[in-house]
């Protein structure tokens, strides 16, 4: 099973502090670094010194890293038009020599769209569909032909389609808990679908559906990566555990119950029967960006005992 490290910037974070995470990350052995897509903080935080760009953030760690992958968990479609948005991801691929994932979601917050006056159209899951279509259709164009596309919210007419990512396919991922439109649209344009913040015996119902749709759109179940992503909260003792929970505003009863919480063994154990359920891969949602030490033990005491 293959253990990521997901942030919330939004929350409080600087670049600085950000590119400190992602090179533990790098240095610890793990996957890859993902960051949230958010302007706004969420519940009881200052969210000082405020947001960082999703992809202005990527950028910068594309050049400061050199083996993990870098992505969004997940990017909102309200908040770039789908051409600019192939054009920034294929130019930050480039920019780390095909390293890159774009998780792209409708966008859910209306707060923040308020915040920064960001348009949040009551549309949101159509829109994604075919931003969708645009971004993947753009990067699969040959080169020296044009991509055309007449939606009912975008229209794009003797497009270049440049630039190319780096990679043949930059991997896109879909997310959520919907029981039909979701499936449906992961299995027609995504590569991995990840179910966030749910039970083992939500994640297997809604992976069985996933395979569902992939194999009525005519692919093979097993052609998508199936992931979760849960926060994460590991100590070497109930001290310890008590500690990070009380730093990230939880109870550690709680975090037992909806998240990865405990000692390593037990982590490594609720990991296990995720995997049963089909999940190939975790997002470990850290929400404490300055308790380095907290990576180094999931690195040490969890990463190493998986298969």
């Known amino acids: 099973m293959d253990l990521r490290i997901f942030t919330e910037p939004q929350q409080g974070a600087t670049y600085d502090t950000l590119l400190t995470v ?36 990527l950028a910068g760690l594309a050049r400061e890293t050199k083996r993990i992958r870098l992505g ?22 480039q920019m780390s020599g095909g390293r890159i994932e774009l998780g792209l979601g409708a966008g859910w917050f209306e707060e923040e769209h308020k915040a920064y ?45 440049l630039p190319k990512p780096a990679q043949r396919k930059v991997p ?7 029981a039909t ?31 569902a749709a992939a194999e009525k759109a005519g692919r093979k179940g097993d052609d998508l990566v199936y992931s979760n992503a849960l926060v994460v909260c590991v100590g070497k003792d109930e001290q ?14 709680e975090l037992r119950t909806n998240g990865l919480a405990g000692t390593p063994a037990e982590v490594v154990d609720k990991l296990g029967h995720y995997a049963e359920a089909g999940s190939q891969r975790v997002y470990l949602q850290i929400l404490d960006l300055s308790d380095l030490d907290h990576l180094e033990l999931i690195s040490s005491q969890v990463q190493s005992q998986l298969p």
Do not use: C
């Open 117 to 161: 006056g960001i348009p949040f159209p009551p549309e949101k899951f159509a829109r994604l569909e075919e931003q969708l279509e645009i971004v993947t259709g753009l990067w699969a164009t040959g080169p020296g032909e044009t991509y055309d596309f007449h939606g009912t919210y975008y229209d794009l007419t003797d497009s270049p389609a």
């Open 22 to 57: 992602a090179k533990a990350t790098e240095d610890l052995g793990f996957d890859a670094f993902f960051r949230s897509d958010h302007y706004l903080r969420m519940g009881d935080t200052d969210g000082l010194p405020g947001p960082t760009d999703a992809w202005i953030t």
């Open 172 to 178: 896109v991922l879909i997310g959520g808990h919907g």
């Open 181 to 211: 439109r979701t499936p449906r649209l992961a299995a027609q344009y995504a590569d991995e679908f990840n179910m966030p913040f749910a039970s083992v015996e939500d994640s297997e119902r809604q992976f069985a559906r996933v395979r």
């Open 72 to 93: 969004t968990l997940m990017t909102a479609a309200t908040f770039r038009l789908p051409g600019v948005l192939a054009i920034q991801v294929a130019q930050v691929d």
């Open 240 to 253: 310890e555990i008590a500690r990070r929970a009380a730093a990230i505003g939880r109870e550690v009863d």
